[in-house]
């Protein structure tokens, strides 16, 4: 499933397109994803500005000016595609890479034509003004909402997040303050959606390397110089994916077709077997089951 840094790698590719434009166009071409499309959904889209794209935890959000907001949940295979309708539609939007995932036709499930509004596209290019906007998802498990604000924070998907990984609330005393006498395991609490939103599977066992601790460590047992090392672990581990443009394990690729690549830094996520990447460790990378998700660790050098 798209974590954190692949989502925002997909509100940043969305952004140039969708930020200041109005939609027309909507098209679904299926009643549901997971779940069914909102009631009136194209109706509602078709004619509203986008005002400004955001993201929360692992979930998309495009403020509309008739104050709906458009969520979009990726799910495992959800990915949207951006194409200028210009001279170089075929081309992705920095001109730099074609498109490199083949998107059947028959996973193609909602479309939405973006135009740039007359003040924002004043010296753009013609190619540059109008976008075709795609939403692919092979195994329809992604979903999208269409909510007004009050609905938005009263919604079941909202209500209870926690701090995003990157805001300064995040930090050692804030570790500290939410594990003390929990005798849950670091793997687990850190997946928990309502203490860190957006963080998942293989982030967290990139940050417990990196902060060399133990997933099996109960949080009451985190000792202040560990909660400095994992919330700084966990801040770098974030930031270089999203630099890197996320992590393309199966079906995951950026707005422009072009697919991430943090995967090849990956010191223990899916290296089972394979010597572990710290200078003067002689351990392997190991592999358990927490709460029905794998953990890739070094058992030699993670205590």
């Given at each position: 499933m798209p974590e954190l840094p692949e989502v925002e790698t997909v509100k940043r590719g969305l952004a140039p397109s969708l930020e200041g434009a109005v939609l027309s166009n909507v098209r679904l071409n299926r009643p549901n994803l997971r779940?069914?499309?909102?009631?009136?959904?194209?109706?509602?889209?078709?004619?509203?500005?986008?005002?400004r794209l955001e993201r929360r935890a692992k979930y998309l959000l495009a403020y509309m000016d008739t104050e709906d907001i458009w969520v979009t949940h990726l799910g495992m295979t959800g990915r949207f595609q951006v194409t200028p309708l210009g001279d170089n539609a075929a081309k992705a939007l920095d001109g730099n890479y074609y498109h490199s995932i083949d998107t059947g036709a028959k996973h193609l499930h909602m479309s939405v034509v973006a135009t740039a509004l007359k003040e924002r596209s004043v010296s753009a290019n013609k190619g540059d003004q109008t976008?075709?906007?795609?939403?692919?998802?092979?195994?329809?498990?992604?979903f999208m909402l269409?909510?007004?604000p009050e609905e938005l924070s009263a919604s079941k998907w909202f209500q209870g997040l926690g701090v995003e990984p990157l805001d300064g609330a995040l930090n050692a005393d804030f570790l500290m303050a939410q594990f003390a006498g929990r005798a849950a395991n670091l793997k687990t609490l850190l997946m928990a959606q309502g203490l860190i939103a957006g963080l998942g599977n293989i982030y967290v066992c990139e940050a417990l390397y990196r902060a060399r601790l133990s997933p099996d460590m109960a949080g009451r047992d985190l000792?202040?110089?560990g909660a400095e090392r994992l919330s700084a672990a966990i801040k770098s581990v974030i930031t270089e994916a999203i630099a890197a443009g996320g992590s393309s394990i199966s079906d995951f690729a950026a707005t422009s077709g072009e697919l991430g690549y943090f995967q090849h830094r990956f010191k223990v996520y899916d290296r089972k077997g394979q010597p572990c990447l710290t200078q003067g460790c002689a351990g392997l990378i190991e592999r358990k089951v927490h709460t029905g998700r794998s953990t890739f660790y070094c058992a030699t050098c993670q205590k």
């Amino acid at each position: 499933m798209p974590e954190l840094p692949e989502v925002e790698t997909v509100k940043r590719g969305l952004a140039p397109s969708l930020e200041g434009a109005v939609l027309s166009n909507v098209r679904l071409n299926r009643p549901n994803l997971r779940y069914p499309f909102p009631d009136h959904f194209a109706e509602r889209l078709n004619g509203a500005a986008v005002v400004r794209l955001e993201r929360r935890a692992k979930y998309l959000l495009a403020y509309m000016d008739t104050e709906d907001i458009w969520v979009t949940h990726l799910g495992m295979t959800g990915r949207f595609q951006v194409t200028p309708l210009g001279d170089n539609a075929a081309k992705a939007l920095d001109g730099n890479y074609y498109h490199s995932i083949d998107t059947g036709a028959k996973h193609l499930h909602m479309s939405v034509v973006a135009t740039a509004l007359k003040e924002r596209s004043v010296s753009a290019n013609k190619g540059d003004q109008t976008h075709l906007i795609d939403y692919y998802d092979p195994r329809r498990f992604g979903f999208m909402l269409l909510l007004t604000p009050e609905e938005l924070s009263a919604s079941k998907w909202f209500q209870g997040l926690g701090v995003e990984p990157l805001d300064g609330a995040l930090n050692a005393d804030f570790l500290m303050a939410q594990f003390a006498g929990r005798a849950a395991n670091l793997k687990t609490l850190l997946m928990a959606q309502g203490l860190i939103a957006g963080l998942g599977n293989i982030y967290v066992c990139e940050a417990l390397y990196r902060a060399r601790l133990s997933p099996d460590m109960a949080g009451r047992d985190l000792a202040p110089d560990g909660a400095e090392r994992l919330s700084a672990a966990i801040k770098s581990v974030i930031t270089e994916a999203i630099a890197a443009g996320g992590s393309s394990i199966s079906d995951f690729a950026a707005t422009s077709g072009e697919l991430g690549y943090f995967q090849h830094r990956f010191k223990v996520y899916d290296r089972k077997g394979q010597p572990c990447l710290t200078q003067g460790c002689a351990g392997l990378i190991e592999r358990k089951v927490h709460t029905g998700r794998s953990t890739f660790y070094c058992a030699t050098c993670q205590k």
